[in-house]
Every structure is written in structure tokens, then in C-alpha cells.
């Protein structure tokens, strides 16, 4: 029997003012943006199946930390009469949106409080608008393919067991090429919202003009498609995947223009549709849970301080002189931090497993396998509510690379995630799917 769900879609334009620095590459230094090459945007959706309701807000920035995704889901709930697990903040990670955090006046020059408070409150009355303008809805789910995304951690040649420093294409490294689909159509059957996913970094352009990569015009392509309906956009498990040059054969990754950025988004966006002319029903109730698991880095390496402290990458040197002085003062050798997982479901038709993190592709790509029995669709999401940062799997744990090692050490951790985080992650998720039964 088919559930009679409400829905509610709404979107809003979060562009900034010109002049604001951007997030994501820290080697822009104290350069303010210059100029807009696609406006960036927020979406709410909200469901209920009559018992249960759920908000997604998606927003087109590199992640949100701090206290972001708390302070907008906390006055979502208190609006709309939620829990926190009936709220999901999920962030398509382009490296050409606006620098919110405090620390960001460190490497940016400075931060813009107003525009930050002014989207936490937007966004807050967007959730509540779709949620006030639900109607009778049918959902259903698709899945299609797009091939641009290539894995990023290439072997070092002259190690092959590490991966290179480098961010190079390893086209036979590991990806996930699915694209999702959530379609929202009114009872009558009019579509009226598109929800999508893909697992790919939104890194293909940079310099300083305030885009959201291939991430908008996909939506774009989306809306021209189904020109009743409003797109949302997902971003998976992309720790570790990165738009691929067009010449398989290429050790680097092109920078590449607009009009190049603008293809990428049509050919997402022509998956989408071809997609939505395959979907099946979606039925069942709404459930959802929400919990924080502690995960630790390794204890600090005292050895590879000193090496560092004479270090030319200045994100190096900064993370050695600290643990320096943590070291000397006789303070904590090892740090941790709260990673939130999330779960929400539709009958055993979809789940949405939402992950705090830089997850990389083989958390999805688990994850499918490890629920694809028990769900008809399995939709793994990195950058979801508060972020911790890269999370890699443990296979990637002796490579080492960026994702493991040297991004942790740009947040002045200790060191590598312990090995036994990608269990811990795995047990957690169960766990909330259990919860839901």
C-alpha cells in the first residue's frame, strides 16, 4: 500500500557579497573573492508520513564546522516541534564558498559575522517555509551513472605501498560512479523535486570567484530538465574522489574553465534525468536516528615533531612547534573529536546514512554492501551537520597521503585517525538501523 506522505520543498539564493575570501584552498592566503561565477544555493526539503516528519537543508559550502550545523538544526527543531535526528544539514563541499569559521581569520585575514549570522537565520526560515507548504506527495527512487569522478591518492613511484603527498588521478583506485535519486511529484504525478547525489569533490575549478563547481549547474540542468521542480544536491563520500582529466593517461589534475565546470554539471545533470524515467516507488514510514561516537587519533609521534620543525610547508611546521610545546608542558600526546552519524529511512525502501565527515568512497561503498540486503536503496553522505575533517578507512591507514596523515596534522591532531575507526564508524551505523526497527 502506497503511504501518504506531505512534502515540502524550498530554496533560497546564499551567495555572498563580493569581497568575501572563499573556503577550501588554504593557499589563497588573505585574497578576498573577486567576482561570481555561479550563484550558490540553499535547499530544505521536508517529509512526513503523518507520525514522523524529517528536514534535509543542503548548502553550498565546503562544510560546517564549529557550531554551524548545530545552531541552524537547533532552531529548525524548536520551529518545527523536532529532534535533532529529524534534522540533516548535508554540504556539497565547494572550495569556492565563503570562510565561516573564526579559525579561518588565521589563514583568510578575516571572516564576514554578519553574513554567517544572517544565513543561520535564512536558513532556519527556509526549513520552516517548506515545512509550512507541504502537500500530498508521492516518492520514488532511481539510481543512475556518471563517470567523472576519479580517485585522487595515487601510488608513490618511488614507494608504491605509500600514496604520493600529491593529489594525482589513480584511475584504478577506487570510485562510485552511482547517482541516487529521491523524486518528490505530487499526487497527480507532476515532479516537483529531484533530489540527487554523487560522491566527488567540487575542486574542478578555484582561483577566487564564488561558485559552486560542478555542483550548480548540475542543479541547473536538473531544473531545465524538470522545469516544475526544485533540485537538491547530496554530496557523498568523497574524501578521496576528484572531477578526472579528460585524458585517462594524465598524472594531474586540470584546472579547468567555466564553460568545462558547466559540461561536468550537464553530464550529472542528464544521469539525473535519465534516471528519473526508471524509478520505482517509495513506501513506508519515515524513521530516524542520530548519535556522536568518539573517535581518537594515535598518540603524537615525538620523533616526527622534531622532523617537522624545520619543515618549508608551513601547515607542517605550525602542527610541529605545537606539539612541541604540548610535549614540553607534559600535556595530552593524542586528540579526539565527536563524529556524528545519521540515519534516516523510508520503509526498506531508501536510507540516508549521514556522516560528519570527510568520509572517503570505501565508506559507501561498505556501506551499500553491507545494507543493500536490507534496503532497496542505500544512499551514503560525507559532510553531513558538524565535521571532524578527513576520515580514511583502514586499509588507507599505512599509505598515508593527505587524507590520513597531513590533513590531520592542518587541524593540529596528534596524528592518523586509530585503525579502528572505520569499524567503530560501521558498528555505530548498525547500530542506528537497528534502532529503527
Not at 570527510?358 to 551537520?385: D, H, I
Request: charged letters at 25%; aromatic letters at 6%.
Amino acid at each position: 500500500m502506497t503511504t501518504p506522505y506531505l512534502a515540502g520543498i524550498a530554496t533560497i539564493d546564499m551567495t555572498p557579497p563580493v569581497g568575501i575570501p572563499l573556503a577550501g584552498f588554504a593557499g589563497r592566503g588573505y585574497h578576498s573573492s573577486t567576482g561570481v561565477d555561479h550563484p550558490l544555493r540553499a535547499v530544505a526539503l521536508s517529509l512526513g508520513d503523518g507520525e514522523h516528519d524529517v528536514v534535509v537543508v543542503t548548502v553550498e559550502l565546503v562544510g560546517c564546522y564549529d557550531d554551524f550545523a548545530d545552531r541552524i538544526a537547533g532552531g529548525i527543531a524548536e520551529r518545527l516541534g523536532l529532534q535533532r535526528d529529524q534534522v540533516l544539514i548535508n554540504a556539497s563541499h565547494t572550495h569556492c564558498g565563503p570562510v565561516l569559521r573564526d579559525s579561518d581569520v588565521r589563514h583568510h585575514g578575516r571572516i564576514d559575522p554578519q553574513y554567517r549570522e544572517e544565513l543561520i537565520a535564512s536558513l532556519v526560515l527556509l526549513a520552516e517555509r517548506a515545512h509550512l507548504h507541504r502537500q500530498p506527495s508521492r516518492l520514488e527512487r532511481a539510481v543512475g551513472h556518471c563517470g567523472f569522478a576519479v580517485n585522487r591518492r595515487r601510488p608513490d613511484p618511488d614507494d608504491p605501498t605509500r600514496m604520493a603527498r600529491s593529489m594525482q588521478p589513480n584511475p584504478d583506485g577506487p570510485a562510485d560512479h552511482e547517482v541516487p535519486v529521491l523524486v518528490v511529484s505530487s499526487i497527480e504525478g507532476t515532479v516537483k523535486a529531484v533530489v540527487f547525489s554523487y560522491a566527488c569533490h567540487p575542486t574542478s575549478r578555484g582561483g577566487l570567484r564564488i561558485s559552486g563547481d560542478y555542483v550548480g549547474f548540475a542543479m541547473d540542468a536538473v531544473e531545465e530538465a524538470f522545469p516544475n521542480a526544485q533540485p537538491m544536491f547530496l554530496q557523498g563520500c568523497a574524501g578521496d574522489q576528484k572531477p578526472g582529466p579528460d585524458d585517462p593517461t594524465e598524472v594531474s589534475f586540470p584546472v579547468r574553465s567555466v564553460a568545462q565546470v558547466r559540461e561536468l554539471g550537464a553530464a550529472l545533470g542528464e544521469s539525473v534525468a535519465a534516471a528519473v524515467a526508471q524509478r520505482t516507488a517509495v513506501a513506508g514510514p519515515i524513521r530516524t536516528a542520530f548519535t556522536a561516537i568518539t573517535i581518537s587519533a594515535e598518540e603524537v609521534d615525538v620523533n616526527r615533531v622534531e622532523a617537522a620543525l624545520d619543515s618549508e610547508a608551513a601547515y607542517q611546521k605550525r602542527w610541529a612547534e605545537h606539539w612541541h610545546r604540548v610535549i614540553a608542558e607534559g600535556g595530552p600526546r593524542r586528540t579526539d573529536a565527536e563524529l556524528e552519524l545519521q540515519v534516516i529511512a523510508i520503509g526498506d525502501d531508501l536510507v540516508l546514512i549521514g556522516q560528519g565527515g570527510e568520509m572517503t568512497v570505501e565508506y559507501g561503498l561498505r556501506f551499500k554492501q553491507e545494507l543493500g540486503e536490507r534496503f532497496g536503496q542505500v544512499v551514503p553522505l560525507g559532510y553531513s551537520n558538524t565535521m571532524v575533517g578527513y576520515v580514511p578507512v583502514a586499509r588507507q591507514f599505512d599509505e598515508y597521503g593527505y587524507e590520513v596523515l597531513d590533513a590531520n596534522q592542518y587541524r593540529l591532531r596528534s596524528g592518523r585517525w586509530e585503525r579502528a575507526t572505520e569499524e567503530r564508524i560501521h558498528c555505530a551505523v548498525a547500530d542506528l538501523v537497528d534502532r529503527l526497527t
